[in-house]
């Protein structure tokens, strides 16, 4: 088993900046990714960004890519995600995600509790 940790949440002002982390405990050696999903209020779960852990190869959903950042640390088993920028409607639950695929698919194996992130006008 995997266990995901995530921090960094919070609230911010339209035009800043977080930075989510993620530390993964456990079996590690069993994930090949890591990545971020969110759930907006009222809205479905949507995948942002993945990463291999191994070769460091990036995906970004439509429209992620240039506002967010995803990167891994792998002596600390840990995955961020820089978000700059920051709108009100990226206000959601954000979630981390491993997978034993090369990159994380729409149903990971693991997921953790979710951190908050809500921006405000």
């Known amino acids: 088993q995997v266990q995901l940790v995530e921090s960094g949440g919070g609230l911010v002002q339209a035009g800043g900046s977080l930075r989510l982390s993620c530390v993964a405990s456990?079996?590690?050696?069993?994930?090949?990714?890591m990545g971020w999903f969110r759930q907006a209020p009222g809205k479905e779960r949507e995948k942002l960004a993945s990463?291999?852990?191994?070769?460091?190869?990036?995906y970004y959903a439509d429209g992620m890519k240039g506002r967010f950042t995803i990167s891994r640390d792998n002596a600390k088993n840990t995955v961020a995600l820089q978000m700059n920028s920051l709108r009100p409607e990226d206000t959601a639950l954000y979630y981390c995600?491993?997978?034993?695929?090369?990159?994380?698919?729409?149903?990971?194996?693991?997921w953790g509790q979710g951190t908050q992130v809500t921006v405000s006008p």
């Open positions: 990463i291999n852990r191994r070769a460091g190869n990036t």
């Open positions: 995600a491993a997978d034993r695929t090369y990159q994380v698919t729409n149903t990971p194996d693991y």
């Open positions: 456990g079996r590690t050696s069993s994930i090949d990714s």
